[in-house]
């Protein structure tokens, strides 16, 4: 899809659906995003490793190669882990007692055990997840797809953050940015909390229409003063537009209280755990279910907050498990039942796992050789596991996944061909 000098295609609306590179395999029509800021255990949530348990305590065989380690010094020990694992469905996916909610989903899920990155610290490693660079200034995959396909949904953004209320991730918002894209393409990143948009409420007073005339007005003062290739000035209008659309459509979506209360408990809704989360994951469901292309929810702010079990992965995994298991195993039945997992790719993971060696005796360290992430839905078949990683769970071992085969596996679910998207820059 290459525009000629980014201009041809803002010329009428930069957002208005566009058809796939492939139509003939497009199956999925929007892509949730279930990021577990910090990075998750490969071997305490999907890849079990019997040998590691037997080796626990002892220094790691030289056989297994060396690995960079950001915290931890001198020569640790191998630790083994508290979890146990079964397998679940037909196709036999192995999942820990951390997630048995999930577990009940394993059917749905394509679990990729040997996904790779370069970068083992968070912000570096945060911008690869999203962006396929460990440097800022690249367009997010999200950003990619609005971009490609543009949005189903006239009165609500193509592309969302829903953010963890704990506060902002180490690589903060810009990961998820339109980078070098024209502004339409940024995301719109919503509040955490039961209110995600602040004054969509008309003043008091003011009826919609008196609001639709003065918006008409000043877009036509705005049109008038602004050159005919100022792309910025021209997403900054939309922006205004989708405001006010917003004010009409947004806040029936965002009342979740319009749902049944058996649909809320099947998110953990109304449980002090997983309360907030649960609403998040239920929000998302509700957003494409309106057309939005792309959306992103964040599980994990910053430091302690999240899964980087530096200290203890026993406490920290326990506390970040519980809040995410039901509202996610709640999401994928809740998309299933209403037909629309199989045009919904739900993507699960961090921006790396974990190493199988002890960090202060507790903990495990960051680890970007070898970690699991799983899709569902979207035309993803089920009930498969892809790759893996050695018998300690430290390198990708058979079928090395980069990050960037996510992103490229997203985009062609999509029906988008990663290398058919370009955008003249910078001349």
């Not at 596991?385 to 980069?402: C, F, K, N, R």
């Amino acid at each position: 899809m290459l525009q000629a000098e980014g201009a041809q295609g803002a010329s009428i609306n930069p957002l208005a659906p566009r058809p796939p590179h492939n139509p003939k395999h497009a199956p999925a029509k929007s892509v949730i995003f279930l990021f577990m800021a910090g990075g998750p255990s490969q071997m305490e949530t999907f890849d079990p490793k019997p040998l590691l348990n037997r080796l626990s305590g002892q220094p790691m065989p030289p056989s297994f190669g060396q690995v960079k380690r950001q915290f931890i010094n001198g020569e640790p020990k191998l630790l083994g882990t508290k979890r146990t694992f079964q397998q679940y469905g037909q196709g036999g996916i192995w999942v820990s007692d951390l997630l048995p909610n999930l577990a009940q989903c394993g059917d749905d899920l394509a679990v990729i055990k040997s996904c790779q990155a370069e970068a083992f610290i968070h912000s570096s490693a945060q911008y690869q997840l999203f962006t396929g660079r460990i440097l800022p200034g690249y367009p997010s995959v999200g950003s990619w797809a609005l971009y490609g396909l543009g949005s189903e949904s006239a009165s609500l953004p193509g592309y969302v953050v829903i953010p963890d209320p704990y506060g902002t991730i180490e690589a903060g918002q810009p990961v998820y940015s339109n980078g070098f894209l024209p502004s339409v393409y940024q995301p719109s990143v919503f509040r955490a909390g039961k209110k995600p948009v602040l004054n969509l409420e008309l003043p008091p007073g003011i009826s919609l229409e008196q609001r639709r005339r003065t918006l008409s007005f000043i877009r036509e003062l705005d049109e008038s003063r602004r050159a005919a290739d100022d792309d910025e000035f021209s997403a900054r209008l939309n922006t205004y537009d989708l405001a006010f659309k917003m004010q009409t459509e947004a806040p029936a979506v965002f009342d979740i209280s319009r749902e049944s209360q058996s649909v809320q408990d099947s998110y953990g809704i109304g449980n002090a755990v997983t309360d907030d989360y649960g609403r998040r994951c239920l929000l998302a469901r509700r957003l494409v279910e309106k057309g939005v292309r792309f959306v992103t929810v964040v599980s994990g702010g910053p430091a302690i907050s999240q899964w980087d079990a530096h200290d203890d992965i026993e406490e920290n995994h326990l506390r970040m498990a519980a809040r995410v298991d039901k509202p996610i195993a709640g999401l994928l039945k809740d998309l299933k039942q209403r037909g629309l997992l199989d045009s919904t790719l739900v993507v699960w993971g961090g921006e790396f796992g974990r190493t199988p060696e002890a960090q202060g005796g507790k903990g495990r360290d960051h680890n970007n050789t070898g970690f699991t992430m799983f899709l569902a839905g979207g035309g993803i078949k089920g009930g498969v596991s892809v790759g893996s990683t050695d018998e300690i769970g430290l390198h990708a071992a058979d079928e090395p996944h980069h990050l960037r085969d996510i992103h490229t596996t997203v985009l062609h679910q999509l029906g988008l061909e990663q290398n058919a998207l370009s955008y003249l820059h910078q001349g």
